[in-house]
């Protein structure tokens, strides 16, 4: 035998008993027990929809027993993301084994940015992309509240261009991505005629916004309104501010 295949046939024991003591490391890992259960959830100072306790109890729930202390080959990560992810106030949820075998869940809250009070007194809340929200035991949003002659919430609203929520929710989307009036903004008022009104933080009056034709106007012409054209506390002379008229806003006195 040849030096040159001595050393090869060294090099392949070797390499089959890496690979051994790999595979071996594994299966070790994989019959261990999990050590602990650590969840962190994201913009939990802002909002508590969802609390560690309740993330745990969504698993035992699905998996009939604790969840922390299984063996590391049973935790199947992937699957306790998609149960965690049909929580409701569960936006998105990362599930990971570290080295120390503590199993990681991180969790990404759902993020209200409306609460509907509807005519048949159902309670809820709207995401930014229109999806429902129940309302939580946990934590109320400081969202603005919209009351009036609002439908029933159907599943597939969204694909009715005419439907009331869809014409909410772009006016709601307007005021969430302006600072200014997102500050304004308590509460969005729907009349008899489907039209809407924007009743302030401050003062006792209302913004008449109508349809949510033209809306990038009419939300326009209030700033500069607000702005320029209404000095310090004269709002409080005024019981509407109409802005439905095409390039101007029309007031009306108390």
Not at 57 to 68: A, K, P, S, T
């Amino acid at each position: 035998m040849t030096n040159t295949t001595l050393i090869r046939i060294l090099w392949i024991a070797g390499i089959f008993l890496f690979l051994g003591l790999v595979l071996s490391a594994v299966e070790r890992k994989r019959s261990s027990d999990s050590m602990g259960l650590k969840v962190r959830i994201e913009d939990s100072l802002a909002a508590n929809f969802i609390t560690k306790s309740d993330v745990q109890l969504i698993l035992e729930r699905y998996i009939g027993h604790q969840f922390d202390g299984m063996p590391i080959g049973n935790i199947d990560t992937r699957k306790a993301e998609a149960v965690l992810e049909k929580d409701p106030f569960i936006k998105d949820a990362d599930v990971f084994v570290d080295a120390r075998n503590d199993i990681n869940i991180t969790i990404r809250q759902s993020k209200p940015v409306v609460r509907i009070m509807d005519t048949k007194g159902n309670n809820y809340y709207l995401d930014a992309e229109g999806e429902y929200l129940p309302m939580s035991p946990n934590f109320t949003a400081r969202v603005p509240v919209v009351t009036g002659r609002l439908p029933e919430f159907h599943q597939n609203y969204q694909e009715n261009e005419k439907h009331l929520l869809n014409g909410l929710m772009k006016l709601v989307s307007h005021i969430k991505d302006d600072p200014f009036l997102e500050a304004l903004t308590e509460q969005i008022y729907v009349d008899g005629d489907k039209e809407f009104s924007i009743i302030p933080k401050v003062g006792s009056y209302r913004i008449i916004v109508g349809k949510t034709n033209r809306l990038e106007e009419k939300l326009r012409n209030l700033k500069v309104f607000y702005k320029e054209g209404l000095p310090y506390g004269d709002w409080k002379k005024y019981k509407n501010i109409n802005l439905k008229f095409k390039g101007q806003v029309v007031c009306t006195k108390r």
